[in-house]
């Protein structure tokens, strides 16, 4: 596994790789509409990976995982295959990325990184951005391998928590 971070120095020196994707994973815990922001300023070649769009639709909880079906048509549809290396960031700096990351590593991606600093690193060292509306990416084939040992279930949850073992609820407040 390649190292989970990867510095803005690092990636703007490989920005030209034929195999590197870009993922603007912004979200916003306020509600607000990380795509407006995506369209306004992005690192350039990124595509928008909508977390509320990319979950499991029919569960009472937010942002659950989806299936491994929906997930490959959703990152195949943004031009990203499982074999590609793959850049995450976000518009605070490391929020939502680290999310779409492990969601990334779940399904079976392997050459999976978050952009240190995101957004606003790469903004403040000056580098270059793009805005106004993404061109459509070409469409890759994403093969989804899920990895159910990275995954708990409430059952595993409460079962570890009878055995005395710590849970950390890392969710926003």
Do not use: C
């Amino acid at each position: 596994m390649d190292a989970p971070l990867i510095s803005t120095e690092a990636l703007a020196a490989q920005m030209t790789k034929p195999d590197l994707r870009i993922i603007d994973a912004s979200w916003w815990l306020d509600g607000r509409d990380a795509r407006v922001d995506f369209e306004r300023e992005r690192l350039p070649s990124a595509v928008f990976f909508d977390l509320d769009a990319v979950s499991n639709r029919d569960s009472p909880y937010p942002h659950m995982l989806p299936s491994p079906a929906a997930f490959a048509e959703a990152m195949g549809a943004m031009g990203v295959s499982e074999r590609d290396d793959i850049v995450v960031y976000d518009a605070q700096g490391l929020f939502s990325a680290a999310r779409v990351w492990w969601t990334l590593r779940t399904m079976g991606a392997e050459r999976v990184r978050v952009l240190d600093g995101g957004l606003p690193k790469w903004k403040a060292e000056g580098r270059r951005l793009e805005g106004g509306v993404a061109e459509a990416p070409v469409p890759a084939q994403f093969e989804a391998q899920f990895d159910a040992d990275a995954v708990a279930d409430f059952d595993q949850v409460g079962a570890a928590l009878a055995e005395g073992l710590q849970v950390v609820d890392a969710r926003g407040a």
